[in-house]
């Protein structure tokens, strides 16, 4: 990043002789941005940006998006490339340090993983507090906010060993904690990790397997899960990431702040549209339904939306939907699933949003979550894991942004302002004068 010293914006207040120069930063990609800070200093002003649609509320040199061209990069390396010639955990090495790891990098690194899937046997009493039908989500939120409790020598946030051991452990264990969520929603026993496997391929094998049979991963399925883990990793500043950061700045456990982007992930408006979007393919039922559903998204009175469809930054096609619509026809392939009527329905949904004014101008898009509903439950996994898969692959974009965050000079605690819009102030009257 570079404050260039030669152009910035000025602003003038109208009635006054008060002025400030704003420089302009650069970054190495996307647009140029003002550098606010002495606004509220010099001349008193806040800005409003509920949403914050327009504010660089850090800086990253983790993920880039242009949303307009549909351009996702991961350390500057694009996602279809990443998508077709990496791996998960050589993507996780990558968002962490920065480069491509090397093969005895690679090899250290994903040991570092590995020995640490195991939970603490004393987690396994603590899913018993939940009720049997839990929502996966409610248990991640639960489980990973616990590790707080069992990790009290990795903690220390300053100490750069600590947290990349805290890392590990984060990445490691909720796959884990999210395959035995679904076990102990269908009652079956808890199944250890097995280290001989590769990382999807194991989280496959304790979501799956039980202890009386033999399991046998099926490797084009432990890909396509890989796959799907390497399109979640990371997204810039999504809600749940700037969750993640707005905890981490108050100096909170690393286990804490990944719970709260747990807890950010699950609206349906961000992680939970996965979900949501075979929810509404069900209820859509058949193509013919398609006119009738598509005009009461349009009708503002419904409050209804196309779930998978629109994106706060890309106004283009989301390059991880495209990938995700190819690996979703390879998957039923394999699986030998013929004209499957949700994608059939996916399908000719997206092609009449795609060509309907409302969707055109307002450049809604298939997001990711488009079509990795319909992939996830052919793979076998129920509706409510959806948004737990989600939050298992983007924890280590979590963990990455905030152990960027905690190595900024920069960073300050996170504190929003606001224009105050209540009452002025007012004396206290007694309840028998009111
Ligand atoms: N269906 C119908 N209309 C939509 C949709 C949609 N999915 N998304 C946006 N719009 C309309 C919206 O009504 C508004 O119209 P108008 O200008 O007439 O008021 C306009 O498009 C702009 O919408 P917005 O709500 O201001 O946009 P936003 O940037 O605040 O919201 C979003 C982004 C992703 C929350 C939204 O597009 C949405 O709710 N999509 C459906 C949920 C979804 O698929 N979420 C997954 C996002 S990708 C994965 C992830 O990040 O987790």
């Known amino acids: 990043m570079s404050v260039s010293g030669k152009r910035s914006v000025t602003i003038t207040v109208d009635g006054t002789n008060k ?180 990382y999807a391929e194991n989280f496959l094998y304790m979501f799956h397997a039980v202890p009386a049979e033999p399991y046998h991963v099926n490797p084009v399925l432990a890909r396509a899960m890989d796959l799907i883990m390497i399109l979640h990793a990371d997204h810039e500043q999504n809600a749940s990431t700037s969750t993640v950061r ?76 495209k990938i995700m619509q190819k690996a979703c026809h390879d998957v039923l392939g394999e699986l030998g699933i013929k004209g499957d009527p949700l994608l059939d329905l996916a399908m000719e949904l997206e092609k009449i949003a795609l060509h309907d004014q409302y969707f055109i101008d307002r450049k809604l898009y298939p997001n990711v979550d488009f079509y990795s509903g319909i992939i996830l439950k052919a793979m076998g996994f129920p509706t409510s894991m959806f948004t737990a898969l989600f939050a298992v692959s983007r924890t280590v974009g979590w963990i990455s942004q905030w152990g960027e965050m905690i190595e900024d000079p920069q960073q300050r605690i996170g504190r929003p302002r606001q224009i105050y819009t209540g009452a002025a102030q007012r004396d206290y009257v007694p309840i028998d004068r009111r």
């Open 19 to 198: 002025a400030l120069n704003i420089p302009l930063m650069d970054g190495t990609l996307g647009p140029p941005v003002a550098d606010i800070r002495k606004l509220y200093g010099e001349l008193g002003l806040f800005t409003y940006d509920p949403g914050y649609g327009a504010t660089a509320a850090c800086e990253s040199k983790i993920t880039y998006i242009d949303g307009d061209e549909g351009v996702l990069l991961y350390r500057g390396y694009p996602i279809e490339q990443l998508a077709e010639k990496s791996t998960f955990l050589e993507v996780a090495y990558l968002l962490l340090n920065g480069e491509l790891p090397n093969a005895a990098q690679k090899a250290e690194f994903d040991q570092g993983v590995i020995r640490h899937t195991m939970l603490h046997e004393q987690l396994r009493t603590f899913y018993n507090g939940f009720r049997r039908d839990a929502h996966p989500m409610a248990v991640m939120c639960g489980v990973v906010g616990a590790l707080s409790a069992f990790y009290h020598d990795s903690m220390d946030i300053n100490d750069p060993e600590q947290r990349r051991i805290s890392a590990f452990r984060l990445i490691a264990k909720v796959p884990t904690i999210a395959a035995w969520a679904h076990k102990y929603n269908i009652g079956q026993p808890f199944m250890y990790p097995r280290n001989d496997l590769g």
């Open 246 to 321: 707005l905890a981490g700045s108050t100096g909170a456990n690393p286990f804490a702040c990944i719970a709260a982007g747990i807890a950010s992930l699950w609206g349906p408006a961000h992680g939970g549209a996965n979900e949501a979007v075979l929810k509404m393919l069900t209820e859509i039922g058949h193509v013919r339904n398609v006119p009738d559903f598509l005009s009461k998204v349009k009708d503002k009175n419904e409050h209804a939306r196309l779930m998978g469809f629109g994106h706060r930054v890309y106004k283009n096609y989301d390059p991880r939907a």
